[in-house]
């Protein structure tokens, strides 16, 4: 029994959460939504200057956003299995 709901779910979180902040990035409500949410970003200013970023520098960013939320949708996928693998014994 293999269920992926939750990492489609997440994974569409994360490109949902890339394209607000792409295309509204100059408001400020959906700048800090994007950079609370998106774990990369906050290491973003460990290895580049944030103030002036490249558009293949912020591509990075929002690949990796959306890798992130599917890994975390992945994680909670397999644990929802293999909790009901346990229940089932």
């Known amino acids: ?10 994974t569409f ?9 792409y295309l509204f990035h100059d408001h400020d ?6 950079y609370a ?11 580049t200057n944030i103030y002036e970023i490249s558009m293949f ?3 990075v960013i ?11 949708g992945y994680v909670i996928d397999r644990y929802s299995v293999s909790h009901k693998q346990k229940k089932n014994y």
């Not at 979180?13 to 902040?21: D, K, N, P």
């Not at 409500?29 to 994007?34: E, G, L």
């Not at 929002?62 to 975390?72: D, N, R, S």
């Open 1 to 10: 029994m293999r269920t992926t709901t939750f990492t489609w779910l997440f």
């Open 13 to 21: 979180l994360g490109a949902a959460l890339c394209l607000v902040h």
């Open 29 to 34: 409500a959906f700048y800090m939504i994007f």
């Open 37 to 47: 949410l998106s774990i990369p970003a906050w290491f973003a200013s460990t290895f």
């Open 57 to 59: 520098k912020m591509l």
């Open 62 to 72: 929002y690949v990796l956003t959306i890798a992130t939320w599917a890994i975390v």
